[in-house]
């Protein structure tokens, strides 16, 4: 199991908690940096999937500095509602929802996402972007989303993925495993974040392998969409 601190003897969820911690006045400039801006365009497509559900209630988990949360009020609902480990994104997050005149709509709270906090049934919609795989129990916490999740109701999960076809596989692996971890390093000066983040999309199963997952805790007419050459994929099921 990939943890951002070996030489700690902390779990993962503190590990990651505490990662996410450390990073947070820096993460935001480093995602859109890193990724050259194309992870809001990954999220406008997953905000995309939704539309025409029109779901009023959505549940964004791992929401660190609620990029995603405040994509999805384009959607207009009742309510979003935000959930993560990391005091220190959520902190960041709900001044950007302040910023966005978002507070009537966006709540943000600390939570943990293989122990909802919320009643069965709850929500319409339920999103991850880059969260599910810092899972310490990947099947518990999907289980969980399942769960909160009404009848009828969609989840989407954006996450990193592993491209297969040259060149873009050679170049990927060289940017995430010697660019991205010494520029992510350098700014935040936590090497261990983002000497973790290649390790840990290595290790997670993506494609039909993460389906099948998805299947085994009872969702519904799952599939894979690959963005950017396989770069990150979206993906989407039902309950």
Request: net charge positive; aromatic share 12%; proline share 4%.
């Amino acid at each position: 199991m990939a943890i951002p601190y070996e030489s700690s003897d902390k779990g993962k969820k503190e590990q990651v908690a505490e990662m996410f911690d450390n990073i947070a006045h820096r993460y935001d400039f480093l995602n859109h940096f890193l990724s050259v801006g194309i992870d809001k365009y990954w999220r406008w497509k997953a905000v995309k999937i939704l539309k025409k559900n029109s779901p009023n209630q959505i549940l964004d988990v791992a929401t660190g500095t609620a990029d995603f949360a405040i994509a999805l009020s384009k959607l207009k609902p009742q309510k979003i509602t935000g959930i993560d480990i990391s005091s220190g994104m959520l902190d960041i997050g709900k001044k950007k929802v302040l910023h966005n005149h978002l507070e009537h709509m966006i709540h943000l709270e600390l939570g943990d996402s293989e122990k909802l906090p919320f009643a069965d049934n709850s929500f319409d919609a339920v999103t991850v972007a880059f969260g599910v795989r810092n899972f310490e129990n990947l099947t518990q916490g999907l289980s969980e989303i399942f769960r909160v999740m009404s009848p009828g109701g969609k989840v989407v999960i954006l996450e990193f993925s592993k491209p297969t076809h040259f060149p873009i596989k050679q170049i990927y692996n060289f940017y995430f495993r010697k660019i991205l971890p010494f520029i992510g390093s350098f700014f935040s000066k936590d090497k261990s974040a983002y000497t973790y983040l290649p390790e840990s999309v290595n290790e997670f199963p993506h494609g039909n392998e993460f389906e099948k997952i998805l299947n085994n805790c009872h969702f519904i007419n799952t599939k894979t969409i690959n963005l950017t050459f396989g770069v990150s994929s979206l993906y989407v099921a039902e309950k």
